[in-house]
């Protein structure tokens, strides 16, 4: 008997297949290529903290034990260094795990979730695996605009997300507006600050927003591990109040942070010399890369993060595609950001001195082709 089209398998619900899959950024040369100088995902070119490394080394031999499902002396670590109480945080394979999560509970389907122009991307797969309706806002001079994110709620929003710093603009929103955004928010509506660049960011009317959390019942605060040298080990973190603690440990998965990132993460956070010498390092390299791009005429968009976004000529020759072509080939890998709405620029993580010295180099003749 033949089956119908719709019964002949599994099909998945509704609205799955229209999602836009996440596609990371390139991180291989072509063959041939003696030397690759990987820029494309915000990567700490100091590496990981020599702490962290052996912590992990150590779980080796204990591999057959399951991981404490709550991460306890993690979350303690975190608190300690912050001066939290480790009963507001949750610990998540990454930020983007507690990300989807929190879209996963507080959006039915057609809810709305306000998201930002140039916003992470997965965001609005988030809202939409969750049957819910992305917003996005235009943004001015590629920065949030609140007034904008404000004028936008109806009824039917639930979740505003906003990247501060942002990815892949790397621009942020003084924290007085924050609160400003915050305040004309109704009281059901939650705001998700994602604060992934925080540990970047020397600006003195910057807050990642553990202030407002922590007297706020509508908002959250996500960090991670990542940016600062434990991409691999894929830790982030939540700080809640304990009713969106409550809520989101009754759905997450019981044994969602793995042993070894469990140790890493508390030596990586207690290793202060490791992180104050990553910060170091990204600002002397900010500043430094971002004047070189503007002196070959280049547009960068102002970074506090460990990153910066280069727009490129309109002429085909000196495009971004062309400059990323040509770059790839010499062994420098940047991250193409047209899906973010930006099909002319690239974005250019902060490398070792090595490697920001030779993109330039590399640009330099690019550009005088």
């Not at 820029?39 to 991981?67: F, H, M, Q, T």
């Not at 306000?114 to 991307?121: D, N």
Request: some cysteine.
């Amino acid at each position: 008997m033949t089956q119908t089209p719709d019964k002949a398998r599994p099909a998945p619900r509704a609205g799955i297949l229209d999602i836009e899959a996440y596609v990371p950024g390139k991180s291989a040369a072509p063959a041939g290529v003696d030397r690759v100088y990987k820029l494309s995902a915000n990567e700490n070119p100091l590496g990981p903290s020599p702490k962290a490394i052996e912590a992990a080394r150590e779980v080796a031999a204990k591999l057959d034990v399951y991981p404490d499902g709550t991460a306890r002396r993690l979350r303690e670590a975190i608190a300690e260094v912050h001066g939290l109480n480790p009963a507001n945080i949750i610990c998540s394979n990454g930020s983007d795990e507690i990300l989807g999560l929190l879209a996963q509970t507080y959006l039915a389907p057609g809810d709305e979730a306000i998201i930002t122009e140039h916003a992470f991307m997965v965001y609005k797969i988030y809202i939409q695996a969750a049957g819910g309706v992305p917003v996005t806002i235009k943004e001015t001079d590629e920065r949030a605009d609140i007034d904008a994110i404000l004028a936008a709620v109806t009824p039917r929003t639930k979740i505003v997300f906003l990247a501060n710093p942002n990815n892949p603009t790397g621009t942020y929103v003084p924290f007085h507006e924050v609160r400003r955004l915050h305040a004309g928010l109704p009281k059901n509506v939650l705001l998700v600050l994602d604060a992934a660049y925080a540990e970047y960011v020397r600006r003195n009317d910057y807050e990642a927003g553990i202030e407002l959390v922590g007297s706020a019942e509508n908002a959250v605060m996500t960090r991670t591990f990542s940016k600062i040298g434990l991409g691999g080990a894929r830790i982030g973190w939540m700080y809640a109040p304990a009713h969106i603690v409550d809520a989101i440990n009754r759905i997450r998965g019981p044994f969602n942070v793995n042993a070894t990132a469990i140790e890493a993460g508390i030596a990586a956070i207690r290793d202060r010399v490791h992180v104050e010498r990553s910060v170091r390092h990204n600002e002397t390299w900010l500043t430094w890369l971002s004047e070189q791009m503007i002196g070959l005429g280049l547009r960068v968009t102002p970074s506090v993060g460990n990153f910066i976004l280069v727009h490129f000529p309109d002429d085909k020759k000196h495009s971004a595609a062309a400059a990323d072509d040509y770059l790839t080939a010499r062994g420098y890998i940047l991250r193409r950001v047209s899906g973010y709405g930006f099909p002319n620029a690239l974005r250019m993580s902060i490398g070792t001195e090595e490697a920001n010295r030779g993109v330039i180099a590399a640009l330099t003749t690019f550009l005088k082709s």
